[in-house]
Every structure is written in C-alpha cells, then in structure tokens.
Antibody, heavy 122, light 108 residues
Framework: QVQLQESGPGLVKPSQTLSLTCTVS??????????WSWIRQPAGKGLEWIGR???????NYNPSLKSRVTISVDTSKNQFSLKLSSVTAADTAVYYC??????????????WGQGTMVTVSS | SSELTQDPAVSVALGQTVRITCQGD??????ASWYQQKPGQAPVLVIY???NRPSGIPDRFSGSSSGNTASLTITGAQAEDEADYYC???????????FGGGTKLTVL
C-alpha cells in the first residue's frame, strides 16, 4: 500500500529556508486523482493546512503563509517538496505530508506520513 | 484564526454517545472530513463526505451535517477513542483547505 515518508533537516536557523521532502512509496505519485499536501502542527497545538500540489503542478497555499511557501513535485523521483523561507521560531512544528483527494463537495486526507519535527533555532 | 470552530474539550462516559461539532460558513457548501489523533501519532481519517468510513474504522463512528455545522458522533464510546479530533474542509474561497482547532475527547 502507499506510504509517505518525510525527510529533511530537523534544525533550521532563523531567517533561513526550511526544506522538506516527502517520498511516496508503494504506488506512483502520478496515478489516480490525488493531490499532495503539507500540514504542520506546533507542539500542543492544532493542525494547520500549509498547501497542496496536483501532479499537473497546480498549487494552492494557505494565505497566511503564501508569500513564504513553495510546494513542488518531482514525478520522476515520486517525491514532493516543501520550502518555507524566512523562518522564525513560530515555524517550529511537526510537519506532515499527506495524500489528499477531492470530489465535488468534499476533500479527505487518507494517507499521512509519520511527521518530522523541525525546530527553528540559532 | 480558524474558519472552522470546534469545542476545545468534550467528555463522555464509557459506552455512552458523544457528538463533536465543527462550525463554519463553508460547511454550508462542503462536507467536513474528520481525523482522530492520538499522542505522538499522525492523524487518521475516520469520516469523510456525507457519512463515509474508511476501511478499518469502527461503525460506532458516524458523521452528519446541517447548515453550517458538521458533527462526528461516536455511539458507545470506548476507552481507545480518547484522542484529539479535527475537522477539515475547504475555506470560504473553496480553493484551499482549513482545519478546525481540534477537540480533546476524554472517555470517563
């Protein structure tokens, strides 16, 4: 079955760019009508939708992060990535990648990665 | 601030029924999906669409929607249902996603 695995530095300095990759295994990132998302969760807080990418390359971002976020996809590597620039301590969180799908009136995230902790600190 | 509002905490006696709600204007147009998250674990989808359960989710979990409110109902709550529950839907633009703030469910 399809599995997702996040990877990337666990520590990022303030003002630098956070970069994470999600590797999709057990299936092709291009198959089916799915999109691929990033979601984060600061310690002790709720989930925050960061953005998503379709394999066509089309993206949608959280308006509160839009100026700093870039999500890209590499179908040849079966991976998608997150870049978040100019990070501050407020960006410290567990970052999840997830597979999403949508029909006319609903969306759902049916597969999630295990999450990776990213700390922003000097 | 979230466009979807949930009660921060709810409790239920073992074996009783509990409803967890999620309010937001976008819910008048779109269904919510619901996620269960236990400490140290990734969220798990429990309900999506009108009232659909993924394979492996017990049938004591059900979903409903009315007006601007979506609800997750657990009929006969079990100790293992103690967790945080999040709703998710589209935002007012319909082009982006948004999560509710989450509800901590305690099973007494």
């Amino acid at each position: 079955q399809v599995q997702l695995q996040e990877s990337g530095p666990g520590l990022v300095k303030p003002s630098q760019t956070l970069s994470l990759t999600c590797t999709v295994s057990g299936g092709s990132i291009s198959s089916g009508s799915y999109y691929w998302s990033w979601i984060r969760q600061p310690a002790g807080k709720g989930l925050e939708w960061i953005g998503r990418i379709y394999t066509s390359g089309s993206t949608n971002y959280n308006p509160s992060l839009k100026s700093r976020v870039t999500i890209s996809v590499d179908t040849s590597k079966n991976q998608f990535s997150l870049k978040l620039s100019s990070v501050t301590a407020a960006d410290t969180a567990v970052y999840y990648c997830a597979r999403g799908w949508q029909q006319l009136a609903h969306d759902a995230f049916d597969i999630w990665g295990q999450g990776t902790m990213v700390t922003v600190s000097s | 601030s979230s466009e979807l509002t949930q009660d921060p905490a709810v409790s239920v006696a073992l074996g009783q029924t509990v409803r967890i709600t999620c309010q937001g204007d976008s819910l008048r147009s779109y269904y919510a999906s619901w996620y269960q998250q236990k400490p140290g674990q990734a969220p798990v989808l429990v309900i999506y669409g009108k009232n659909n359960r993924p394979s492996g989710i017990p049938d004591r979990f059900s979903g409903s929607s009315s007006g601007n409110t979506a609800s997750l109902t657990i009929t006969g709550a079990q100790a293992e249902d103690e967790a945080d529950y999040y709703c998710n839907s589209r935002d007012s633009s319909g082009n982006r996603g948004v999560f509710g703030g989450g509800t901590k469910l305690t099973v007494l």
